[in-house]
């Protein structure tokens, strides 16, 4: 059996937390966050792999842990079968041209004093040294046909293109170094919907034409539903719901991931008529210290009147298959 691209397990990544003036008064020992909380998951070669949830879930912590931007608390990222996450900085910079990541912040990912020719050379030199002015002005060319872009815009500074036009620059920066596996952090965010599309189509070219696999984080559900051949939930550092992306938009098994789907629907329902939808955020409520963290905003657990099995600290729930290829973390699953 071929081994994955990439192998995820037990993945924790924990901040420490400060004495603010509160626990010190009280005398609270400063304690730590588990961002990311013993997340397993797997990426095969060609595919992408949506991870989806709220802000502040864990999303973008697992992507960077990944890339090896950050130290993780505990477990092992394999990448090709083998084990990275005791590489140093200097041990994973060969592999860093094979696992490349597309950043959120558009503004950030670009250096403003640079012109794009010269942000695109940079890249493409740490791929091939050896090239030539003259070469390294060809592969630009090259680059910017991948994404779409004119020739002229190598003379432009970042802040002289529009948010398509900069995402677009970031998506032929990564590819000049040829990687396999690309971690798209909310690669659509601040662009407009028709430009978002266009977004989405090329990486679903670039997959196509080269064998590229992503981990695709986003809020933007529909979006994840389009892209993605399997999407896992993450709530609170941890995944509850992993499968193929029909099942987890259509027929989830956890209540969260059929909250987080209803409440996309309920919101497109609202919006038809002006109002605004309500929201929840990850802290509107106190976090639980054992058993299942979504137990205070389950309404499968309130309905059945509220189980001890739910907050069973020895019992918290675990990821267990109940379909071919379709994982849950919950007691009590929906029906199908």
Not at 62 to 81: F, N, S
Not at 234 to 244: A, D, F, R, T
Not at 254 to 283: C, D, I, M, N
Request: aromatic share 6%.
């Amino acid at each position: 059996m071929t081994p994955p691209l990439l192998e995820v397990k037990g993945l924790s990544k924990h901040f420490s937390q400060r004495r603010g003036l509160l626990r010190m008064l009280s005398g609270t020992a400063a304690g730590t966050i588990p961002a990311v909380d013993d997340v397993s998951f797997t990426l095969a070669e060609n595919e992408t792999l949506g991870l989806v949830g709220e802000s502040g879930c864990g999303k973008t912590t697992t992507g960077k842990a990944i890339l090896k931007l950050m130290p993780v608390t505990a477990g092992v990222i394999r990448y090709r079968d083998r084990d990275i996450t005791p590489l140093s900085p200097a041990e994973f910079q060969p592999l860093r041209r094979e696992i490349q990541m597309i950043f959120q912040d558009l503004d950030a990912a670009l250096n403003p004093k640079m012109r794009i020719e010269s942000i695109l050379h940079e890249a493409i030199a740490l791929r091939e040294p050896e090239l030539d002015a003259d070469d390294l002005r060809r592969r630009a060319y090259d680059l910017l046909e991948l994404v779409n872009l004119k020739k002229n815009k190598l003379a432009n500074f970042p802040a002289e293109l529009s948010g398509g036009e900069k995402r677009r620059i970031g998506i032929a920066r990564v590819l000049a170094v040829r990687p396999k596996l690309i971690v798209a952090d909310e690669p659509t965010s601040a662009l407009d919907v028709s430009i978002q599309a266009q977004v989405i189509n090329l990486l679903r070219d670039l997959q196509d034409q080269f064998g590229l696999s992503y981990l695709f984080i986003s809020h933007d559900l529909p979006l994840v539903e389009l892209v993605s051949h399997r999407v896992a939930v993450m709530y609170l550092g941890q995944i509850v719901e992993l499968g193929p992306a029909p099942r987890i938009a259509h027929a989830p098994r956890h209540p969260y991931t059929s909250v987080l789907w209803s409440s996309l629907a309920e919101k497109r329902s609202q919006e038809a008529v002006s109002v605004t939808a309500p929201t929840w955020g990850v802290f509107d409520f106190e976090r639980p210290s054992a058993g299942c963290r979504f137990a205070p905003r389950c309404p499968v657990y309130a309905a059945r009147g509220k189980p001890p099995e739910c907050t069973d600290p020895c019992n918290a729930p675990r990821l267990r298959e109940i379909e071919p290829g379709h994982v849950v973390a919950c007691h009590f699953p929906r029906e199908p």
